[in-house]
């Protein structure tokens, strides 16, 4: 299935989580990350449950500190 990841066209396979976009992206440390699917928050305690469909667009944004 084709996924846009950080603008960024994937194939990925058909039963990929969100928590596993974060995972191959941020490894094993999800702290400060947000993500977005087609525009909408994924709240983290959905992470694992939740199933982009083909064609979706997900956002994965680190928060970083700066002035």
């Known amino acids: 299935m084709q996924l846009v990841v950080n603008a960024v066209a994937s194939t ?3 039963d990929i989580t969100v928590a596993d976009v ?3 992206l941020a490894g094993d ?3 400060g990350i947000a993500v977005a ?3 909408d928050v994924v709240p983290r ?3 694992a449950d939740v199933r ?3 064609g979706d667009h997900v956002e994965v944004l680190t928060a970083v500190q700066g002035g």
């Open 12 to 14: 990925v396979d058909d």
């Open 37 to 39: 699917l087609n525009g």
């Open 29 to 31: 440390d999800p702290r």
């Open 52 to 54: 982009p469909a083909d």
């Open 22 to 24: 974060v995972h191959a």
């Open 45 to 47: 305690s959905r992470w």
